[in-house]
């Protein structure tokens, strides 16, 4: 007796071998009446679907993508490549296939969030760096398929979270410099429009009477400028200590501050505690984020999500990592000596 083939059954209803294949193999953009017909079809020709090429079409399907947003890789910023490398050593454990997409504004703009999942069979999705403003952050708040955002803050029940305590661990770096003596704290923020900006202003804002807030896009360049500018326009008559939040910010103040010979009279601290923090000359008083922690929550909770519908959100713990830059007096004897 001659096997029946899945060609037979396209032929027997008259619709394409493709989309025999994507009935058998549970894809969910076919309708109940062609599921009904090509079921009925392979009943009455006694066609059995091969498991073992069944079951290949299905490895194929179980794709993760991760999404970063706007990379700028700056010298001794790693945190997109640790996000990067982190997502795949974590997905290597498993029987996922593995997407990276770079995107910026105006990508999202020519193509969205739901599109590019469709054009390359997502079936889950991890995404950061994304701003309020971005057609993709605003696309997430209906977006129903499986997702972890690192880092961000989606009003969506649908949408898993990993991230850092933001607004906790800005607001302990706030109080460590009041409990050394830092009484008159700037707060240089990013931008407006980033969800981690805004947590960590709120956690300063949290832990201070006697707040000053200004915005340098997170950029040593422009934190630098605004150091120059600040102390020609203003000096630093009462201020104390500066909170970037982020390192490459606080660096552009450090380096503003070597020039200005402010080094030992105004404490700088930052947030995220990259390869440079360290080497800075003052060595920099900062938070650091555990991205490795991050990456492998992201892929667990991820996986999780698609395999069992439960979605979580979840904080990973950081760290105060004190140095050289908040200690008045190890400055003053570091330029004495």
């Given at each position: 007796?001659k096997?029946?083939?899945?060609?037979d059954?396209a032929l027997?209803t008259?619709l394409?071998?493709?989309?025999?294949s994507?009935?058998?193999?549970?894809y969910?953009d076919?309708?109940?009446?062609t599921?009904?017909?090509?079921n009925l079809?392979?009943?009455?020709l006694g066609?059995?679907p091969?498991?073992?090429?069944?079951q290949l079409?299905?490895?194929?399907k179980?794709?993760?993508?991760?999404i970063?947003?706007?990379?700028?890789?700056?010298?001794?910023?790693?945190?997109?490549?640790?996000?990067?490398?982190?997502?795949?050593?974590n997905?290597d454990?498993?029987?996922?296939e593995?997407?990276f997409?770079a995107?910026?504004?105006t990508?999202?703009?020519?193509?969205?969030?739901?599109?590019?999942?469709?054009?390359r069979d997502?079936t889950?999705?991890?995404i950061?760096?994304?701003?309020?403003?971005?057609?993709?952050?605003?696309?997430?708040a209906?977006f129903d398929?499986?997702?972890v955002?690192?880092?961000l803050d989606?009003e969506?029940d649908?949408?898993g979270?990993?991230?850092?305590d933001n607004?906790?661990?800005a607001?302990?770096?706030?109080?460590?410099?009041?409990e050394?003596?830092h009484?008159?704290?700037?707060?240089i923020n990013?931008?407006?429009?980033a969800?981690?900006?805004?947590e960590?202003?709120?956690g300063y804002?949290a832990?201070?009477?006697?707040?000053?807030?200004f915005?340098?896009?997170f950029?040593e360049n422009?934190?630098?400028?605004?150091a120059?500018d600040?102390?020609?326009n203003k000096?630093?008559?009462k201020?104390?200590?500066?909170?970037?939040?982020?390192?490459i910010?606080?660096?552009?103040i450090?380096k503003?501050?070597?020039k200005?010979n402010?080094?030992?009279?105004?404490a700088?601290?930052?947030f995220d505690d990259?390869t440079l923090a360290?080497?800075i000359?003052?060595?920099l008083?900062t938070v650091?984020?555990d991205?490795?922690k991050i990456?492998?929550y992201a892929?667990?909770?991820?996986?999780?999500?698609?395999?069992?519908?439960?979605?979580?959100?979840r904080?990973?713990?950081?760290?105060?990592i004190?140095?050289e830059s908040?200690?008045?007096?190890?400055?003053m004897?570091m330029?004495m000596?």
């Open positions: 007796m096997k029946v083939t899945i060609k059954v027997h008259g394409s071998v493709s989309t025999i994507r009935v058998f193999n549970n969910g076919i309708s109940d009446k599921i009904k017909k090509v079809a392979a009943k009455e066609y059995t091969n498991s073992a090429a069944k079409s299905s490895k194929k179980k794709i993760i993508a991760l970063l947003n706007e990379i700028n890789v700056t010298p001794g910023v790693a945190m997109p490549l640790e996000v990067l490398g982190g997502v795949v050593d997905l454990k498993t029987d996922y593995f997407v997409y995107t910026n504004s990508k999202q703009k020519q193509k969205s969030l739901k599109q590019f999942c469709n054009e997502i889950g999705l991890i950061q760096g994304l701003r309020i403003s971005d057609p993709y952050y605003q696309e997430l209906t398929l499986p997702t955002a690192i880092d989606i969506n649908k949408v979270t990993v991230s850092t607004v906790k661990a607001f302990e770096m706030t109080r460590l410099l009041i050394l003596g009484k008159n704290i700037i707060f990013g931008t407006k429009v969800t981690v900006a805004q960590r202003e709120s804002l832990a201070t009477d006697n707040s000053q807030i915005y340098a896009n950029s422009e934190a630098y400028q605004w120059i600040y102390a020609k000096g630093f008559k201020e104390d200590a500066v909170f970037a939040a982020s390192d910010m606080a660096i552009g450090i503003a501050f070597r200005l402010l080094v030992n009279k105004v700088v601290a930052g990259i360290s080497y000359t003052p060595s008083t650091r984020q991205i490795k990456t492998e892929v667990k909770d991820l996986i999780c999500q698609i395999e069992s519908g439960e979605i979580k959100h904080f990973v713990p950081f760290q105060i004190e140095r908040t200690n008045m007096n190890m400055n004897n330029n000596s």
